[in-house]
């Protein structure tokens, strides 16, 4: 072992040789686009998973081979489908494909938004800011939860009976 006595000030010079080494940088992000000029994503919500492609077009939304309006009847579900293009102000400017599978209704539409908002960032990476802070990149995680044995339903309890 050899015996060495650092200083504090080699040690700031040693931490300014590895400070020009390897400059540190901030995560980018870049635009993703596939050969065919779409952005790809995937998004989740609850038990549905939906596989989302957005490209430049008159802004038709078409999910699993059927119209926007077909498919989700409620006007909710359409009017979550859209608040990622408003919060955007894109509304119009892309169309989207979407397959979704799994889960119901409310659940596949908060897939395909979130699918949709995932996708718009890929496309055009200045719009991220917007739509994290409107809370639309963040993945829901909240899932049904499991039932356990000896109980109704997954904390419902049975009716307590003296006799």
């Known amino acids: 072992m050899a015996e060495e006595t650092k200083t504090l000030d080699s040690l700031q010079d040693l931490k300014q040789v590895v400070a020009t080494v390897v400059p540190e940088k901030a995560a980018e992000h870049v635009q993703k686009i596939d050969s065919l000029g779409r952005a790809y994503a995937t998004g989740k919500r609850k038990n549905a998973v939906a596989r989302v492609w957005l490209k430049s077009g008159p802004g038709k939304i078409t999910v699993n081979g059927r119209e926007l309006e077909v498919y989700f009847a409620r006007p909710v579900l359409r009017m ?23 889960g119901g209704l409310s659940g596949q539409a908060g897939a ?27 993945r829901d995680a909240r899932v049904v939860e499991r039932k356990k044995y000896g109980r109704r339903k997954a904390r419902r309890r049975f009716q307590f009976s003296k006799r």
């Not at 489908?81 to 979407?98: E, S, W």
């Not at 395909?112 to 963040?138: C, D, M, N, Q, Y």
Request: charged share 15%.
């Open 80 to 102: 979550l489908i859209h608040q990622p293009l408003t919060a955007a102000n894109r509304q119009g400017q892309f169309d989207v494909l979407a397959t979704v599978v799994g």
């Open 112 to 138: 395909v938004r979130h699918g949709i908002s995932k996708a718009l960032t890929f496309f055009e990476p200045a719009l991220r800011p917007v739509l994290k802070k409107g809370g639309f990149l963040t």
